[in-house]
């Protein structure tokens, strides 16, 4: 497995975010956020031709990978704590507005900062954002609603019921090779995702998954948020990939992206599923590239 990254390690106010850095040791051109139960390292390889271009960081999310912030469940109902650690990292370690790319729960969280802060922001890649129908945020704003769909809905009952622990890193990355959403993952993929998604278990003894069954259960409910306020929001260049099979951005919901931001690029992936930036990297990395290329240009503009 090839080492072409560096590690990237940022003192944030309650902890340390972690992080891999590709191409130019510079501050970032782009910062990419990992889906949920991943982490950064997941999408080296993805990643990697893009620095031949530019300076990329990808970080680690509360809760996964080598990020040390607490990861309490209590009061866990949305995405904003991934938006506030994200702002508080580009507020502290860059020095001008950056393209932002994320996977799933990454585009998501990109998408909630961009509308937050559009002055850390020159553009936007969104590759399968999770992005559902306004019937879906109501009924998570219900009283208890996080909780209920925690035990009710497939994903998180599915992260509740995941496998934790290994002897090893060499067992769990032979358990994950060939099986559920690993199925379409080459092997030094799930390699590179083992190396920082499975660590070592200082309590117990060998070794554990660093986003526990239960946080990513929690994570995979915490929907308090409202990208669609976001998406009215933003006015930084947009690139959206959707993928054929299994898309968290429903044929409805892409229409009425559509339809709120006209001058958008977005596009439709054939034969993908959700894990788009794995099975199709050169799309997912065509996608990043021209956002940072239109943000760029956008940036300039506005400075000039």
Not at 76 to 86: E, F, G, I
Request: charged share 25%; proline share 7%; net charge positive.
């Amino acid at each position: 497995m090839s080492e072409d990254f560096r590690r990237l390690s940022f003192d944030l106010p309650r902890g340390r975010m972690a992080g891999i850095g590709l191409g130019p040791d510079a501050p970032p051109d782009i910062v990419f956020l990992h889906a949920t139960g991943f982490n950064a390292r997941t999408y080296r390889a993805m990643l990697a031709p893009l620095g031949e271009r530019f300076s990329v960081w990808a970080l680690d999310a509360r809760g996964h990978g080598r990020t040390q912030l607490p990861a309490k469940l209590w009061g866990y109902t949305s995405w904003h704590r991934h938006r506030d650690d994200l702002i508080a990292l580009l507020e502290a370690h860059t020095s001008r507005p950056v393209t932002l790319a994320g996977h799933s729960m990454g585009a998501t969280v990109s998408l909630l900062t961009a509308a937050r802060r559009p002055d850390l922001v020159a553009g936007l890649a969104l590759l399968e954002p999770v992005i559902m129908s306004a019937a879906m945020y109501a009924a998570f704003e219900l009283p208890f609603g996080p909780t209920v769909m925690r035990h009710t809905i497939a994903l998180p009952r599915g992260a509740l019921r995941r496998r934790a622990r290994f002897a090893s890193r060499e067992e769990a990355l032979e358990g994950f090779v060939g099986r559920g959403v690993f199925k379409s993952f080459p092997r030094d993929v799930i390699g590179d995702y083992v190396a920082d998604g499975v660590v070592e278990d200082e309590k117990h003894g060998g070794f554990k998954l660093a986003c526990t069954p239960r946080f990513e259960a929690a994570t995979f409910c915490a929907h308090r948020h409202d990208p669609w306020a976001a998406l009215r929001r933003v006015s930084q260049p947009l690139v959206l990939l959707r993928a054929e099979h299994r898309s968290t951005l429903s044929p409805a919901a892409a229409h009425r992206v559509a339809a709120l931001k006209p001058e958008a690029r977005i596009a439709l992936v054939d034969g993908a599923s959700h894990m788009l930036p794995i099975e199709r990297p050169d799309r997912a990395r065509a996608a990043i590239e021209a956002a940072a290329l239109m943000g760029g240009r956008n940036w300039r503009d506005a400075v000039d």
